[in-house]
């Protein structure tokens, strides 16, 4: 899609509508909406629709239209598709199913969306299966339902696979001013990432936020990420497919291939992507962008007028990348004059009721807190009901945040503890003050987290290009252990002392050769301790020659090696290919702790030293390398460039590579390094 602009088709000046009660809904949307253009219906029978002419076909239109609704049955959609192209359009949008998201019933689904694609040629469509797109901006829309937009002058963003959860998002009472909305259904030819894309470009569009299936092209979201950074335009995702069962859902109803959920993490997090979790999470996420940007760091402040919502907003932060952080000494003499003796200074901060109503004193309190250098200054207030209680003293309070705001020039927002006690209008009026209208504390608190993520990112370096390399045809091959330790011996990778034999009495010359104690492996066996394959600590040649008598039945011959000092730790290295996301490294706890102790990071590739260094601290097995308790320790640095060697290897055999798995590496005592004690390569031939 990089060659196709989608200008005309999301800013359209004139727009032809074909189908029949598809085709009415998008014109009344658009009066609904105010849109200034041209509006052309397409009917083969009706003379007029919403008291506009109707054309009989493609050839009648006026002129190319900039975009098109294509509201018909699945096999003319084809055939008005290749008319459009023909003539010039602009672009249009697919609304039938039945293409390559279909059911077996219709089998020729996947073939069907292949000719669709081929009769829009150049020209940019967007699905099928799927209502459209919304511009807020202009009014125009290619939306067949109902939805809950207004005009606005500048906004956010916000692209999905699925329609229905659209029309959802445009319906949201919390204050989200939505410049755009579009679906793009099967993806068939122009995916999210295309049109965000196209829709980041629009000086009116202040962030975006993606609601993902199914990864389509991912070079396109790598440029996305890229541009995000130079425009300043964050962005966030839903990604779904955590659960089988979603990915499952994901295919039955856009065909599209989930992918790993946790590679899927690694790669938006490398691309400054923030990832939220639910929909409520994305819209307060999006409002944060919306209005303050990404964060400079995840330090923030709270404030609220009961120790019981403090509470709350401290054990909000306990699993989240939040800090909120002491206050400073400088801060302290300013909030005890404002709150009083009674009040016990802290960080969230329980400020009582001593000062609610009072605008002055309130205005104090705030500004000393904002004056903490704070990313984020938040004050917990639940609005109550305008029908049944007096808003004044609430009031009061939003003043008094706006005023210190304004003095500190800080970042602010109000958190509703209920979704429900923040009134749309409120919201409005804090947004027009630069002050953040939150619904939720642990939404809030995601938010704040995921936008000091995006920040962070943005602050590092621009990440090398994803590793993009297509895998060959052939047969898939599994190396011996030895053979495999002979690449990544070859790789720089340290691996045991050893040798091959093909017999026991071998085994044990071999042995004698190489030094007691001994590790004796089977060869040609994969699970080696279930096949009972693997003897260790063998102490002479008699041991050996028996133990390998005893794996005869299993073995195609042996491999003999010295035994490995005692770790310090234990990891594990693997390489597997995603079918949609290609190549990523795994390292964690390794041997026997890997199902235990679940404690790994996934790094995608290429990766440089310090991104390694970085994930590895992250993993609690990084105290026993370290030394935990004054055990012995060993030197992380070491560990980082095997790590980096394994990787290397990973990068520069991608093209045959299916999977690599070191397990374990010995992380060993201070100065001794590291050791490959374990490994498996599968490739194609």
Avoid at 122 to 150: E, F, K, R
Avoid at 227 to 248: D, W
Avoid at 350 to 364: A, C, I, K, N, P
Avoid at 537 to 550: F, G, P, Y
Wanted: negative net charge.
């Amino acid at each position: 899609m990089t060659q196709r602009s989608l200008d005309r088709l999301i800013r359209p000046q004139t727009i032809a509508v074909f189908g029949g009660r598809e085709a009415r809904r998008v014109i009344e949307q658009c009066d609904r909406m105010g849109f200034a253009g041209e509006i052309w219906p397409v009917h083969p029978v009706l003379e007029k629709v919403v008291g506009r002419r109707c054309y009989r076909s493609v050839g009648e239109l006026p002129a190319a239209p900039d975009a098109a609704f294509v509201g018909v049955n699945r096999l003319l959609t084809v055939d008005i598709v290749r008319s459009l192209a023909v003539i010039g359009a602009g672009g249009a949008v697919c609304y039938a199913s039945g293409f390559s998201e279909a059911v077996a019933e219709l089998a020729d689904g996947a073939i069907l969306q292949n000719h669709l694609v081929e009769a829009a040629g150049n020209m940019p469509i967007l699905g099928p299966n799927c209502y459209g797109m919304i511009n807020g901006l202009d009014g125009a829309l290619l939306w067949p339902d109902q939805h809950g937009m207004v005009r606005v002058e500048r906004g956010v963003a916000i692209l999905t696979q699925s329609s229905n959860i659209a029309i959802n998002l445009t319906m949201q009472k919390r204050g989200l001013p939505i410049s755009y909305v579009m679906t793009a259904g099967n993806q068939a030819q122009t995916g999210l990432s295309d049109l965000a894309l196209a829709v980041i470009e629009d000086p009116r569009v202040t962030a975006i936020g993606l609601h993902i299936e199914g990864f389509g092209n991912i070079q396109a979201l790598e440029k996305l990420a890229l541009r995000s950074r130079e425009l300043k335009k964050p962005i966030v995702a839903l990604k779904v497919g955590k659960s089988e069962q979603a990915q499952r859902a994901a295919i039955s109803h856009t065909a599209s291939l989930a992918g790993s959920d946790a590679v899927a993490d690694a790669i938006l997090a490398r691309l400054g992507i923030g990832r939220v979790a639910t929909l409520p999470e994305m819209i307060e996420t999006l409002k944060l962008l919306h209005v303050a940007g990404p964060l400079e760091s995840n330090a923030i402040s709270s404030m609220s007028c009961s120790g019981g919502e403090a509470s709350l907003m401290a054990d909000a932060a306990v699993s989240r990348g939040v800090e909120f952080r002491s206050l400073k000494p400088r801060q302290l003499p300013s909030l005890r004059c404002s709150l009083g003796e009674m009040v016990a200074l802290s960080n969230p901060l329980d400020y009582h009721t001593f000062v609610w109503g009072d605008l002055t004193r309130q205005s104090e309190a705030f500004i000393a807190m904002f004056e903490g250098a704070y990313a984020l200054n938040l004050v917990v207030l639940d609005f109550p009901r305008s029908d049944r209680c007096n808003t004044a003293d609430w009031m009061t309070t939003v003043s008094a945040v706006a005023a210190a705001a304004k003095r500190t020039e800080a970042r602010a927002g109000i958190v509703a503890t209920l979704p429900e006690n923040m009134p749309e209008e409120i919201a409005l009026l804090l947004m027009e003050d630069g002050i953040v209208p939150f619904c939720g504390i642990s939404e809030t608190v995601a938010a704040a987290e995921i936008a000091a993520n995006i920040g962070k990112a943005w602050q590092n370096p621009q990440p090398l290009p994803l590793l993009n390399v297509p895998l060959t045809a052939g047969e898939i091959e599994t190396l011996s252990e030895a053979e495999a330790k002979a690449e990544l011996s070859a790789a720089g990778l340290s691996v045991p002392l050893g040798a091959t034999a093909p017999s026991s009495d071998e085994a044990a010359e071999q042995a004698q050769r190489l030094g007691f104690p001994i590790a004796l492996k089977a060869l040609g066996v994969e699970h080696k301790t279930e096949a009972g394959a693997v003897a260790l600590n063998l102490k002479d040649a008699e041991a050996v020659r028996n133990a390998a008598q005893k794996m005869a039945h299993v073995a195609a011959g042996y491999l003999v090696e010295r035994m490995i000092e005692r770790p310090v730790a234990e990891l594990i290295i693997g390489a597997v290919r995603d079918p949609v996301l290609g190549l990523t490294l795994t390292v964690g706890a390794g041997g026997i702790l890997v199902e235990l102790l679940e404690d790994s990071v996934i790094l995608t590739l290429p990766v440089t030293e310090a991104e390694i260094l970085e994930a590895i601290s992250r993993l609690r097995i990084r105290k026993l390398i370290e030394g935990y308790r004054g055990a012995a320790k060993s030197d992380l640095d070491i560990v980082v460039k095997a790590v980096a060697s394994a990787a290397e290897y990973v990068v520069k055999n991608a093209v045959w590579l299916e999977e690599l798995d070191i397990n374990p590496l010995m992380v060993l005592p201070e100065n001794h390094g590291v050791v490959a004690a374990d490994a498996l390569i599968r490739r194609r031939r």
